[in-house]
């Protein structure tokens, strides 16, 4: 089930928020964004990056997928994922950060991949 995630606070429901904030809520997931800050990466990249099983990590980009903070194409036999455009620009017009309301995602603040 996805759901879209509006970037207005007015118009975003409280299962839009919670449906992001529970995207959020896991440590590697957030890792996870802060990697594909920088560029797109493919799934085996991001679980050698984060010393994660490619299972897991395969998990957790479902979870963001979900909530439509990243992208994933096939390219060959190799999954690439990405963020989301929207998400992406909203953070680079605020310098990474993602300022909620009720809290505040510092991704240049996350500690280093690994």
Known sequence: ??????????????????????????????????????????????SESLNVSTYNVSKHLRVLREAELIVMEKAGKAKVCALAEEFRQKLEE????????CCTFNFDQLPAAG
């Open 94 to 101: 605020n310098e990474n950060i993602l300022n909620l309301g």
């Open 1 to 46: 089930m996805t759901r879209g995630i509006c970037w207005c606070v007015s118009t975003t429901s409280t299962d839009d928020w919670i449906h992001l904030l529970k995207a959020l809520a896991d440590d590697t997931r957030l890792r996870i964004v802060k990697l594909l800050l920088d560029d797109s990466m493919r799934v085996g990249e991001i």
